[in-house]
């Protein structure tokens, strides 16, 4: 009897650490579908791989987009200023009025408006029930921030608010090393964007 109950325990850790593995597996397809997807502008596509934390806060950031104020676009964190500005300057009222969260987002892969991602991976993948979270890598160099991941009707997606910290970080670091202000960064950075320099119109809502 002993040895039929240890038989089976010795299975069940084997089956248990194969469909981990699996799992893995999968979370990895994820990214790489959507990376795949986002190198080759297809907006449409991508978006298919993103959480609904993803889609709800890109719903967030385009009614920001539209209706808020300079007053409460400059209590915004950095990352999301940069991005209310940044869609106010390169995309058309009359394309902006047409969007929900999921259109927005398609919208700024196909226009090349996410960023490269070329050089960007997950490394160790730790999976807790209906979650997931891949490290981020640079290349062949491992960072101190992971991508979340979320089950989503039987499909993993990358949730992308999860490397925020990462830009801010980032952007946070440039500004203290520039000696500026963080709006006059920003100015530089819109005024690259949009090349030429912004007027004061970026700072008012659409609607």
Do not use: H
Request: proline share 2%; charged share 25%.
């Amino acid at each position: 009897m002993k040895r039929v109950v240890s038989l089976l325990f010795i299975c069940a850790f084997f089956m248990s650490a194969f469909a981990q593995k699996s799992e893995e597996k999968l979370v990895r397809k994820a990214f790489d579908n959507y990376k795949t997807a986002v190198l080759n502008k297809q907006g449409e596509q991508a978006v298919n791989y993103v959480s609904a934390k993803t889609i709800d806060y890109y719903s967030n950031m385009l009614e920001l987009v539209k209706t808020a104020d300079s007053t409460t676009i400059d209590r915004l964190q950095l990352m999301d200023k940069l991005m209310v500005l940044t869609v106010r300057l390169r995309i058309p009222k009359e394309e902006i009025l047409k969007f929900d969260g999921k259109s927005f987002l398609e919208y700024g892969i196909s226009n090349g408006m996410i960023g490269n991602i070329a050089n960007f991976s997950i490394g160790d993948v730790k999976i807790t029930g209906d979650t997931a979270k891949g490290q981020f890598m640079v290349g062949k160099e491992k960072a101190p921030f992971y991508y979340d991941f979320y089950k989503e009707n039987g499909q993993w997606k990358i949730d992308l608010t999860s490397i925020l910290a990462i830009s801010e970080t980032a952007f946070s670091a440039m500004i203290q090393e520039s000696g500026q202000t963080e709006n006059e960064i920003l100015l530089l950075l819109l005024e690259k964007i949009a090349g030429a320099k912004p007027d004061n119109t970026m700072w008012q809502p659409i609607l």
